[in-house]
């Protein structure tokens, strides 16, 4: 499923959205400016799981070099499509995330969404050697929060590989709910499957962060001078 817009304006500039949608860009630049030395680059900056599970590898890297690439990892992406889709579902759903709590807050959100997303993918691989990169935990942790705070709004999407239509517009809870369902789906198939054979995709990293963004709005208190809309919470 491919969202394509909500229909609720933002009520403030994203700026941080915005920051986060050009770095991105900009380190996926950098990635494709090294050619082979990326390898390199993705065994500093990427998380690998079994660098923090086996203590006879993990004792070879200093503290900041095991806390590094939870954060480096979030703007690294292994392809076009792979920043596109981070880049455009964040687009989407983030700005009104970020109209809701602020600038600040939702920097917060979105860095501790693709840590936990991190923490949660280790733990379900404890033995992969395999780089983790990608923007799509912190970015699940946005699209948690709006499933918390805009469940009732619309969202126009459509279904890969029909991108010129139909398109189905469906309420925010169905689009996520269905979401999440899928990425715990993949993810518990993905534990009795081996890595190789499923694609590679960080499917509990998903879950993690969007339940990670889904519960800590729970404790955002509400900006002031912002009009709740009607749907927002019912």
């Given at each position: 499923m491919?969202?394509?817009?909500d229909d609720i ?11 986060i ?6 380190v996926?630049?950098?990635e494709?400016?090294?050619?082979r030395?990326?390898e390199?680059?993705?065994i500093d ?6 660098r923090y ?16 690439p ?6 690294l992406?292994?392809g ?6 981070n ?6 759903f983030?700005?009104?995330?970020e ?14 969404s693709g840590?936990a997303?991190?923490?949660?993918h280790?733990f379900?691989n404890?033995n ?11 970015v699940?942790g946005i699209?948690?929060?709006y499933?918390r705070?805009?469940p ?9 590989p029909?991108?010129?239509g ?5 309420p ?8 999440i ?6 993810g ?7 890595r190789?054979?499923?694609g ?15 519960l800590?709005?729970l404790?955002?208190p ?7 809309y009607?749907?927002?919470?019912r």
């Amino acid at each position: 499923m491919l969202p394509l817009r909500d229909d609720i304006p933002s009520r403030t500039f994203p700026v941080v959205t915005l920051m986060i949608v050009l770095l991105n860009g900009l380190v996926f630049f950098y990635e494709l400016s090294l050619g082979r030395q990326l390898e390199y680059l993705l065994i500093d900056w990427a998380i690998v799981p079994l660098r923090y599970t086996n203590h006879d590898v993990a004792r070879h890297f200093t503290i900041f070099e095991q806390a590094k690439p939870f954060l480096t990892s979030m703007f690294l992406h292994g392809g076009w499509l792979h920043l596109i889709g981070n880049m455009w579902t964040l687009w989407i759903f983030g700005d009104n995330v970020e109209d809701r709590l602020g600038h600040r807050r939702f920097l917060g959100l979105y860095l501790l969404s693709g840590f936990a997303a991190g923490l949660v993918h280790i733990f379900t691989n404890v033995n992969s050697e395999l780089p983790t990169i990608g923007a799509s935990g912190a970015v699940a942790g946005i699209m948690g929060a709006y499933f918390r705070f805009f469940p009732h709004t619309r969202v126009e999407m459509v279904i890969p590989p029909l991108f010129f239509g139909p398109v189905f517009v469906v309420p925010a809870v169905i689009f996520l709910g269905w979401w999440i369902l899928l990425q715990f789906f993949n993810g518990t198939v993905s534990l009795v499957a081996s890595r190789a054979d499923f694609g590679g995709v960080a499917w509990w990293a998903h879950v993690g962060g969007f339940v990670f963004g889904m519960l800590v709005v729970l404790f955002a208190p509400r900006r002031r001078n912002v009009v709740r809309y009607d749907y927002d919470d019912r």
